[in-house]
């Protein structure tokens, strides 16, 4: 028999979920794994490649970065599965206009040491559109990173007017309805007592259950249902995102902040010695 025999415990999707429920799973817990992660990259990186390597060929004179998101993910893509095309990514992103729709993408840039050329008075698509307005675009290549799948066709059609070649590119999308559905029976199990504990290793998970939870009219179910479930955080950030919302914190590792040590704290708390 495992400590955890019997027990159910709830952990967020992560790019660590397979191992942390492997730990939990040895130790004899029922596992419920739910997704909370709101962006996923592309399901196909062929497209987002092709758009990459005719990039970093020089294929760009200018480029659109509509999220900070869409930088990162495109370099994550990049160290992937093309590796030896990062260097040339870069260099062509410090010669082309950087064109940025807010302060997100500027900050990404300034992780590789870079800086918009251009910022729109107001982080929109429209205000994009105002901003490169009094400017000639004819015959300029401009990229555009696009936010999801959502093709912009304002921001699309607007440059192809104004005389620009226009490629885009889409290096992430958004959770869809089923994964929020899955999230909404969550709270419904937390919240009927069926959930022993639940692990949080992201505070980007605690943001996205209380975002559904609010959408779903919902927050008072879950907060009452979690003050009966043992809530775990992998460390500080995690625990402190917690509490902001009002919720209580049972256990977070002494000091190592990682999925073995939480699981092993889950183990100590819910043990068969504590029950």
Request: glycine content about 8%.
């Given at each position: 028999m495992g400590d955890l025999d019997g027990r159910v415990v709830a952990i967020a999707e992560s790019r660590e979920l397979d191992v942390f429920a492997a730990l939990l799973e040895r130790r004899g817990a029922k596992v419920l794994r739910c997704p909370m992660v709101e962006i996923h990259d592309a399901p196909d990186p062929a497209p987002v490649l092709a758009w990459v390597e005719k990039f970093a060929a020089g294929g760009c004179d200018d480029l659109i970065l509509l999220t900070g998101e869409g930088l990162r993910r495109l370099l994550s893509c990049i160290d992937r599965h093309r590796p030896h095309v990062r260097a040339a990514f870069v260099e062509q992103l410090a010669r082309v206009r950087k064109i940025a729709r807010g302060p997100k993408p500027g900050r990404a840039m300034r992780e590789l040491g870079l800086k918009p050329d251009l910022v729109a008075a107001q982080p929109t698509t429209a205000g994009v559109i105002e901003s490169l307005r009094a400017g000639n675009l004819q015959g300029r290549r401009v990229g555009v990173q696009l936010y999801g799948t959502e093709p912009n066709r304002a921001l699309v059609d607007f440059l192809r007017a104004a005389g620009a070649q226009v490629t885009t590119v889409a290096p992430?999308?958004?959770?869809?309805?089923?994964?929020?559905?899955?999230?909404?029976?969550l709270i419904e199990e937390i919240a009927a007592g069926r959930v022993d504990a639940i692990a949080f290793t992201s505070l980007q998970q605690v943001e996205r259950l209380a975002r559904v939870?609010?959408?779903?009219?919902?927050?008072?179910?879950?907060?009452?249902?979690?003050?009966?479930?043992?809530?775990?955080?992998?460390?500080?950030?995690?625990?402190?995102?917690?509490?902001?919302?009002?919720?209580?914190?049972?256990?977070?590792?002494?000091?190592?902040?990682?999925?073995?040590?939480?699981?092993?704290?889950?183990?100590?708390?819910?043990?068969?010695a504590l029950r």
């Amino acid at each position: 028999m495992g400590d955890l025999d019997g027990r159910v415990v709830a952990i967020a999707e992560s790019r660590e979920l397979d191992v942390f429920a492997a730990l939990l799973e040895r130790r004899g817990a029922k596992v419920l794994r739910c997704p909370m992660v709101e962006i996923h990259d592309a399901p196909d990186p062929a497209p987002v490649l092709a758009w990459v390597e005719k990039f970093a060929a020089g294929g760009c004179d200018d480029l659109i970065l509509l999220t900070g998101e869409g930088l990162r993910r495109l370099l994550s893509c990049i160290d992937r599965h093309r590796p030896h095309v990062r260097a040339a990514f870069v260099e062509q992103l410090a010669r082309v206009r950087k064109i940025a729709r807010g302060p997100k993408p500027g900050r990404a840039m300034r992780e590789l040491g870079l800086k918009p050329d251009l910022v729109a008075a107001q982080p929109t698509t429209a205000g994009v559109i105002e901003s490169l307005r009094a400017g000639n675009l004819q015959g300029r290549r401009v990229g555009v990173q696009l936010y999801g799948t959502e093709p912009n066709r304002a921001l699309v059609d607007f440059l192809r007017a104004a005389g620009a070649q226009v490629t885009t590119v889409a290096p992430y999308v958004y959770a869809d309805a089923a994964e929020e559905r899955a999230i909404v029976q969550l709270i419904e199990e937390i919240a009927a007592g069926r959930v022993d504990a639940i692990a949080f290793t992201s505070l980007q998970q605690v943001e996205r259950l209380a975002r559904v939870a609010q959408a779903r009219s919902a927050t008072d179910a879950l907060a009452g249902g979690l003050a009966r479930t043992c809530v775990a955080a992998v460390g500080p950030v995690v625990a402190d995102t917690l509490r902001a919302k009002g919720w209580r914190v049972d256990l977070m590792p002494e000091a190592s902040f990682f999925m073995k040590p939480l699981a092993t704290a889950l183990a100590e708390r819910l043990g068969p010695a504590l029950r």
